[in-house]
């Protein structure tokens, strides 16, 4: 019996243990396994031998498996050797898909089950081993009868319809979420898989046989399948068409969804297969517009946010410009919100901000665009509006505003201020817009509460000063550029210095020391006093703490609270804590308030002042005698020091005086409620005699020192007696005003004439155009000119940029401090 011819299959892969596992799973005596690995490799060996199938792994470096079999089948001589592709299980379907279209006949997965492997190759060795018999029987019978030939056909068509059989079941993959469905070149459903049936509510019979047509009824739908048929009866290509697209498909009952719609298709046996993908996309949409509407909008109020703000503001002014119309930039800031936040709590403040949101929309027109841009800040964009127009937005805000909000039974009145700046006037750029009317609203703060300004009405090297100081007041206590200073209060029995008033310093880098008079009403407008008053509270307890460790009398320190810092939820933790980490004793800290302090929340600062008291704190109130109701407080007050105001004091000397007479009174009445007196102001001896002759208990005043740095006052806390009367009382130099010589200098440096000096003079006092040239006797287009060269000479564009310029010079010119 004739020997039979070994049987050649070829094994590629990149990894030798993987051949040799495979090797050792189908080795058989009829086998020839003949080992590659790599694609290149694989090809040279099909050159030279015949083979019954090739096991080729996907994923190899260099030529990968998809690559070699396209080779593979693109060769006359090894386009009909089957090719059975190993890849690992987490293969995704349009790779598995990708895999039948080079030419792929079935796929083994890693790792590779021994069982599976075998089946396979011994079924595709036996379709080898068939066509192989067939041929060498077609060779020995080529003149037998056509009824063999007629069997052999038979075999053929089986043998085709097997195939295609084979590949529309591996096309298919039951396991998978998308919709896939397989269609012949006119659109006839072949075939569904369990996740089509599902989402489009058909029974697999019913679509059978259906044009695919009736899952694409929407006008877009309908035009893309039209053109996709076309294109594939037409060219047999999808090249250059999109085959990738989101469309909607239709379900049984008329409904429709968005889907990611893939088709691909691939010639079977000279029969066109179409494979269609769809996957369900609307919760990924109702995802992405979630998240890009949390991307732009306030999750508080729902209003676009600063970054929608930025991007449409950056779109109307494009269109301003060319369509050349003017465009309003409106910056709102309600007026004390962190006092409300601090005193009623976040969640009061959070309701007040929608109140307000709600009202705002209602207020503005239909084409503006409102925006919340911070805490308590809102922006809004005016399009094709001129700056009457936006004067009227802005009093139409102003009146909506009036009316009491009512939030958790508390009936609250809020206000706000706007700044306003208009396009092309007040800048051409969007940060120029956006800084001038932030400027603007500084302007409007500092007039008070519920108030509009548009930038350059009234702006002044003074109100610039402000707004630079505003800035940086907030890093002055990260850059340690607070300090207390001490004034001394002396018994007048005892001549002992013992308790003075600690008062705040800021030591400006460029500025020099800064009265308390100009940034403590910043820090009240700003919310930063709470800050600042921690500071100052745990700084003077800090400093008490050390005298007693470096064995100084114990002496009471006085320090000033504002109504703000009173309606603190947290106040008296606050103290406890500070009290407790400084070890100080609660009767050494004295906390002062003015009677302006009580005219608002009067009843809630009344209870948080028993709460210091029952602490030990000791409570005086400042400034006595020069409210509406000092004797209404006296009764409700757990005071134990009234101070007596320098106004009272100053004119005591003068018999005729009233004030002699109220002073006397004050302390006749503070004697008789058993509560201390302490009289400030006091610079003259005359002024201690007759104190002291009224029994005064303690006396504050230049007549014994101004408010002096920590060193100085520990010597005056070791004097027994402090009671010096020939003292000269110090008064501050007055300085200059730096503003002329600053004039002159930059006169001189950029070559500005004296006419465009006079006009600048003026601009920086805030006087308008109009009223330059009123002032001057010149035409406004004059003044304009004038501004525009000196703009043009010190290389600015707006008023703003010009003052910054000659504030630099003034600061250098005052060396850190400025007067004006």
């Known amino acids: ?15 030798p243990e993987n051949l040799l596992a495979i090797e050792a799973i189908i080795e058989r005596d009829e086998y020839n396994l003949v080992k590659a690995s790599s694609g290149e490799e694989a090809l040279k060996c099909l050159l030279k031998d015949k083979f019954a199938l090739i096991l080729l792994d996907v994923q190899m470096p260099g030529m990968d498996g998809f690559t070699t079999a396209k080779i593979i089948k693109a060769r006359e001589k090894t386009k009909n050797v089957p090719i059975l592709f190993i890849t690992a299980n987490n293969m995704e379907s349009e790779h598995i898909f990708m895999g039948y279209s080079v030419g792929a006949i079935d796929y083994i997965l890693k790792p590779v089950d021994p069982l599976i492997l075998k089946a396979k190759v011994e079924g595709f060795v036996d379709i080898y081993k068939m066509e192989r018999k067939l041929v060498q029987q077609a060779a020995m019978l080529t003149s037998k009868t056509i009824e063999l030939e007629n069997v052999n056909k038979d075999l053929s068509e089986t043998t085709s319809k097997l195939l295609l059989s084979e590949a529309l079941a591996n096309v298919i993959s039951d396991t998978s979420q998308d919709s896939m469905i397989i269609l ?47 294109k594939i009866q ?55 517009a979630l998240i890009k509407h949390m991307a732009y909008h306030d999750f508080l109020t729902d209003l676009p946010n600063r970054r929608a703000f930025n991007e449409t503001l950056i779109n109307h002014l494009k269109n301003a410009r060319e369509v050349n119309q003017p465009l309003g930039i409106m910056c709102l800031d309600m007026d004390r919100f962190k006092y409300i936040n601090d005193s009623l709590g976040h969640s009061i403040g959070d309701r007040v901000l929608q109140e307000v949101s709600g009202r705002l929309c209602r207020s503005v027109r239909d084409q503006d665009f409102l925006a919340r841009v911070g805490g308590d800040e809102f922006n809004i964009i005016l399009p094709n509006t001129d700056r009457d127009s936006a004067l009227e937005v802005a009093a139409h805000i102003l009146e909506a505003l009036q009316e009491p909000l009512v939030v958790n039974d508390y009936e609250l009145y809020i206000t706000t201020c706007i700044g306003l700046s208009i396009f092309p006037y007040d800048g051409v750029e969007f940060y120029e817009l956006i800084k001038n009317a932030d400027i603007a609203l500084y302007q409007a703060k500092e007039q008070g509460k519920n108030k509009y300004r548009v930038f350059h009405s009234g702006m002044n090297m003074q109100s610039y000063r402000s707004f630079i100081m505003q800035n940086d007041l907030r890093k002055a206590i990260e850059r340690d550029e607070f300090e207390l200073v001490y004034q001394p209060r002396v018994n007048i029995a005892t001549g002992k210095v013992e308790s003075a008033e600690a008062l705040l310093r800021w030591n400006h880098p460029s500025w020099g020391t800064v009265s308390p008079s100009e940034f403590i009403p910043l820090a009240e407008q700003t919310g930063q006093i709470v800050e600042i008053g921690d500071w100052v509270l745990r700084t003077a307890c800090q400093q008490m703490k050390c005298w007693e460790e470096n064995d100084y009398n114990s002496v009471r320190l006085a320090i000033n609270f504002s109504a703000q810092q009173f309606m603190q939820k947290d106040l008296l933790s606050k103290f406890e804590k500070i009290l407790e980490e400084t070890k100080v004793a609660a009767n050494l800290v004295e906390i002062e308030l003015t009677e302006s ?87 003259t001896k005359e002024q201690l005699d007759f104190l002291s002759a009224n029994q005064c208990d303690e006396v504050q005043g230049y007549i014994f020192s101004p408010p002096v740095p920590q060193r100085t006052f520990e010597k005056m806390m070791l004097q027994e007696n402090v009671m010096v009367f020939d003292v000269k009382v110090p008064h501050e130099e007055q300085l200059e005003n730096p503003i002329p010589v600053a004039l002159d200098q930059i006169k001189e440096k950029y070559s500005i004439t004296t006419r465009e000096v006079e006009v600048f003079d003026l601009l920086l006092e805030g006087l308008s155009n109009k009223e330059i040239s009123q002032d001057l006797y010149i035409s406004e287009h004059t003044v304009k000119n004038h501004i525009s060269r000196i703009f043009q000479k010190l290389n600015v564009t707006d008023r703003a940029q010009a003052m910054a310029k000659v504030y630099q010079y003034c600061v250098n010119k005052s060396d850190g401090v400025i007067g004006i």
């Open 184 to 230: 012949d070149k006119e659109g006839k459903i072949l075939k569904v898989n369990p996740s089509g049936e599902k989402k489009l509510h058909y029974h697999n019979k019913e679509l059978l046989g259906k044009n695919v047509r009736v899952l694409f009824t929407e006008n877009e739908s309908i035009d893309y399948l039209e053109n996709l048929f076309m």
């Open 234 to 288: 037409h060219y047999e290509s999808l090249r250059g068409y999109e085959s990738h697209k989101e469309i909607s498909l239709t379900r049984k009952d008329g409904t429709t969804f968005l889907a990611e719609v893939q088709i691909g298709w691939k010639l079977v046996q000279n029969q066109l297969i179409i494979a269609c993908t769809a996957r369900d996309i609307t919760e990924h949409k109702k995802s992405e």
């Open 597 to 683: 302090a009580l005219l608002k929340n009067e009843d809630y600062i009344i209870n948080t002042l028993h709460g210091l008291r029952e602490m030990g704190i000791t409570i005086s109130i400042d400034d006595f005698g020069t409210g509406y109701s000092s004797l209404h407080y006296l009764s409700r007050l757990p005071i134990q020091i009234i101070k007596i105001d320098k106004s009272f004091i100053q004119g005591i000397l003068d018999t005729t005086n009233e004030n002699r007479l109220i002073t006397s009174t004050i302390i006749s009445l503070a004697k008789s409620l058993d509560l201390s007196i302490v009289a400030e102001g006091v610079e």
């Open 1 to 15: 019996m004739e020997k039979e011819e070994s049987i050649n299959i070829l094994l590629v892969d990149d990894r």
